[in-house]
């Protein structure tokens, strides 16, 4: 089994020797730079995720005679787990992906590895891009920083830590109107995260309007149905006829999802203010 191989195949049908597969390139530093940043990349699969994974790459992220973009590749990988963790918490032993010692010692050295200024800008960068799926204290001040920048990639990277910090609704409705797309994007999902009402209109005008490209498109759809699910519907079943498979599927989702954050508001409504 090779990693083209694994690349190739959804998670959930690879085999049992995946995980080893990926290990054995994490840490054979004569393996070809490609292959290393491939397995990396693979390696933030659920399918594999648990402390062994998450040591190997937590060791590649402080390496500092590791490649920069393979210490990026594995800082990213190691967002899904942290997610998790902070999320889920520990109690619950059969749905844990990492343990609580491993998760604490991983949050600690990325906060260690941010604050030091010889890591390489985009380490710093693609840190803060996984550490923050579990939102320490220190995020804010660091997320602030990384907007005011004149660096478009560390403009980018604040905003997509966005999604997970509160308190940015400012900042995250002047991103909209970024002339930067990517930017926007990330704005958009912001937005929809933290169902910003002052976002609806520049949201709906992607989804209506003739001139968006499909990624932002695409990101709106999804963000409208957190935004008003009350209203989200209305829209988006226009979509349902789109030429477009992606556009079809993620409206319908999107609704489905509408649907259920209303009834869940509905009966909210009804709790606190019982007949």
Known sequence: MDLTTLEAMPSWEWPANAKDVLLDTLRNKGADDADRRLAAGLAGDFVVLDDEIVE???????????????????????????????????????????????????????????????????????????????????????IRTAYASDDPASKLSAVFSMRWAPGFE????EALASENEDIE?????????????????????????????????????????????????VLLVELLDDDDADIVEAADEAMAMAQMLDEFEDNEDDEHFPI
């Open 56 to 142: 190997a790459l937590l060791a590649i992220v402080s390496a500092g005679n590791e490649l920069e973009t393979l210490r990026g590749r594995a800082a990213i990988s190691l967002g899904p787990a942290l997610e998790h963790a902070d999320l889920e918490g520990f109690d619950d032993l059969d749905d844990l992906v990492i343990s609580e010692n491993t998760f604490r010692r991983v949050v600690e050295q990325l906060h260690r590895l941010y604050m030091d200024v010889a890591v390489p800008t985009d380490v710093r960068r693609r840190i803060l891009e996984a550490s923050v799926r579990a939102p320490q204290d220190w995020h804010a001040d660091a």
């Open 170 to 173: 400012d900042q995250i409705l």
């Open 185 to 233: 994007y990330e704005a958009v999902h912001a937005a929809g995260h933290w169902a910003i009402e002052e976002a609806w209109p520049h949201v709906t005008g992607l989804i209506t309007g003739e001139t968006a490209d499909k990624s932002l498109r695409l990101a709106a759809i999804e963000a409208v149905a957190n935004i008003r699910p009350d209203e989200a519907g």
